[in-house]
Structures are given as C-alpha cells and as structure tokens.
C-alpha cells in the first residue's frame, strides 16, 4: 500500500502539468454590444466569434430575444449546418441567416423593424470542443430617427470647415483677379491721358507761329515801302 504512494503522486503531477500546458477551450464572442436603427427598416445583427478548434458541422448558434419592458425569452434563430427559422411569433418571415461560419460570423438580418423589437439580443455560439464562453449581447434600440453620434458631429464638423476653407480660397482668388484688373484699367486710362496730352499742339508752339507771321509781315511792308521810295 505504501508502495503505491509515491506512483499515485507522480501521476498526479503529470495530470497537472497536462492541465496547465492545454489551452482552455472557450468560445469568445464579438458583438456592437449597442445599436440604434430606423423603425420601418432592416437592420444586420452582428455577431462574430473566435476559437480554438476548427469550425465544422458540429458548430451550433442561437438567437434569442429579451424585451425591454420585461417578459420571457424569445427564440429568435437557430444555426446547425442549415439555417432554422422561428415557425411562430414575433420573428416569423422576419429573419434570415447572413452568417459565413467559415470566417468566423453567424449574423443574421432581421427586417421591417417595430418599436416592440426593442430590447436584447442574444448571440450563443458552440464549437465543440469549445463550448464554454460568454454569450454576445446587443441592445437594439428601435427610433423614429436615428441620433447624430459623435462620429457624425466630428464628420459634420470636418466637412462644414474644408467648405469654409474653400470658399475662403474662392474669395482670395476673386479679390485678387478683381484687384489686377483694375490696375491694369488704371495703367491703361493713364496711357490715354498721355498720348491724348501728347496730340493736342501746345500754346507755346502756337505763340511762336504767330510771331513767325508777324515776322515776316513786317518784312513784307518794308520792301513794299521801298518800291514805292525808289
């Protein structure tokens, strides 16, 4: 009996060394977590996961559905292999599969929204032999309109200042071109006035031609007085 002591104990080790070098097996789910959508409209559920063992046709992933002002779960849709959808209730012709297990995303779409689909949906995924996990959560609220988010307001105030900008290069560009121009109109009135200055004959010229006149009027009245002299 005591000679079996010690291989008992060295069994043990080994299991717990097993243990701690094999990976937990756990299913870790990825959801928006919050979503907001049009009453009227259709809206994705995202929902994607990620695990250790392959995925093949043992995988398995329910929809649920909790209200928001209270009352039982709903089952909302089932995935093994094939898509089920719900047969009854609030869901029925109301859901469609739009999941690719292969890359890890069992969504679905869930059409014509009310207000009453307010609440939580509930996204389970198992991948034997990884089973365990936490369960994806979103909270859909359905709206009359859908809220500007702070992604909106920055990309609204992004927008609203490149346009500011550009009607303020606009402006310049416009001051400028109008500026030029009427420089150039300056230039040109300024040419005109000289050349027309330079046209029109001046008083003095006139002055001198008179006294050229006179000039030789004089001369002609003195030889005149000489003929009639000799």
Wanted: glycine share 6%; with cysteine.
């Amino acid at each position: 009996m005591y000679g079996q002591s010690p291989t008992r104990a060295v069994l043990f080790l080994l299991g717990v060394q097993l243990t701690a070098l094999w990976p937990v097996a756990a299913v870790e789910i990825y959801t928006p977590r919050v979503l907001e959508a049009v009453n009227g409209t259709d809206v994705r559920l995202k929902c994607t996961f990620s695990s250790f063992a392959p995925v093949g046709d043992a995988l398995t992933v329910t929809w649920n559905f909790r209200p928001r002002d209270g009352g039982p779960e709903q089952f909302v849709f089932y995935y093994h292999v094939d898509p089920f959808k719900p047969m009854s209730g609030r869901f029925k012709d109301r859901v469609v599969w739009d999941g690719n297990p292969e890359r890890y995303d069992v969504s679905i779409l869930l059409w014509k929204l009310q207000f009453d689909d307010n609440g939580t949906y509930t996204c389970q995924v198992k991948n034997p032999p990884d089973v365990d996990g936490l369960i994806g959560e979103i909270q859909l609220s359905v709206v009359q309109t859908v809220r500007f988010s702070e992604i909106h307001f920055l990309a609204l105030a992004i927008g609203s200042a490149c346009g500011l900008m550009v009607i303020i290069v606009i402006v310049v560009v416009l001051f400028q071109h109008f500026r030029k121009k009427r420089r150039a109109e300056r230039a040109h009135k300024v040419v005109e006035i000289k050349s027309a200055s330079e046209s029109v004959p001046r008083k003095d010229s006139h002055a001198d031609v008179r006294k050229e006149e006179e000039k030789l009027n004089q001369e002609k009245k003195a030889s005149i007085s000489l003929e009639y002299t000799d």
